[in-house]
């Protein structure tokens, strides 16, 4: 076993995943790792994926059911994400259409030109995806999953421990976002909401909006220690709130 990295891999489910936050805040991941993450494109800076993956953790261990993440642009949050539930067991899920969002195409702010498919000129990142979970060693955890989300989402019936919401930031790709998927949250899991900004000076709306729908349905509740920047963790009590 790693040091910093208590929890064996054959460790019982937790009954209250919550027990001991002080354990998940210790990710354990190796230097190779952490340097493998840094060199793929991303969005997601050291310090939140640090945090996901120490969330990623704790709901892979809790036996509630698999993670589920919408975006996985490069692979990077994905890459947290599967070595925070490999020692489990537990699989990962990662939505994507592979087209990029809006801020993605050409002429956008986020527009990355090498990530653009020469034969059809449409953006395509799950090639590059596809290397960073082999390159990583995840192929038996993280699972690329292609398409729209809400086609995923209107087949999807199994239970998640820990749902990520990473995708489309616009309007209405956001709110359908949570709409169809936060409901999939198995009691006692975890909602992980990315680009979360209070100040709009900072950013976009639409993560801020649905994460004050999230504490606003009574369904959810912060998990302030958690948060980090403009990653947001809430919790699904068991019981209602
Ligand atoms: C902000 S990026 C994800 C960043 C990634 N989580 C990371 O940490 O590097 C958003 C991704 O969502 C995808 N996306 C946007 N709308 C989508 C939709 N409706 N269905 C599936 N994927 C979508 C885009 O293709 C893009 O790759």
């Not at 076993?1 to 064996?8: K, S």
């Not at 210790?26 to 969330?55: N, T, Y």
């Not at 801020?208 to 369904?219: D, N, V």
């Amino acid at each position: 076993m790693r040091a910093g990295f208590p929890v064996p891999p054959d460790a019982p489910p937790t009954a209250d995943p919550l027990a001991d936050p002080t354990d998940a805040a210790d990710p354990g991941l190796r230097p190779d790792q952490l340097e493998l993450i840094r060199s793929v494109k991303g969005f997601m800076p050291d310090d939140e994926g640090q945090a996901l993956l120490g969330v990623a953790r704790y709901a892979a261990r809790s036996g509630l059911g698999p993670l589920l993440e919408i975006g996985t642009y490069c692979g990077k949050s994905a890459l947290y994400l599967g070595f925070g539930a490999a020692p489990f067991r537990t699989p990962v899920f990662s939505v994507d259409h592979h087209r990029g969002s809006e801020e993605n195409q050409a002429g956008w702010e986020h527009h990355d030109a090498s990530l653009v498919d020469s034969r059809s000129g449409r953006m395509d990142t799950l090639p590059v995806a596809r290397r960073a979970v082999e390159a990583a060693g995840l192929e038996e955890t993280v699972v690329l999953v292609v398409g729209p989300s809400m086609v995923v989402a209107s087949a999807w019936g199994q239970p998640l421990s820990l749902l990520f919401i990473d995708g489309g930031h616009g309007r209405e790709v956001a709110w359908a976002d949570y709409r169809s998927w936060t409901p999939k949250v198995a009691e006692g899991g975890y909602l992980a909401i990315h680009d979360v900004f209070p100040d709009p000076a900072d950013g976009g709306r639409p993560p801020y909006e649905i994460f004050c729908a999230a504490l606003e349905s009574g369904r959810f509740q912060e998990v302030p220690e958690w948060s980090c920047g403009s990653l947001r963790v809430l919790r699904r009590p068991a019981d209602p709130v």
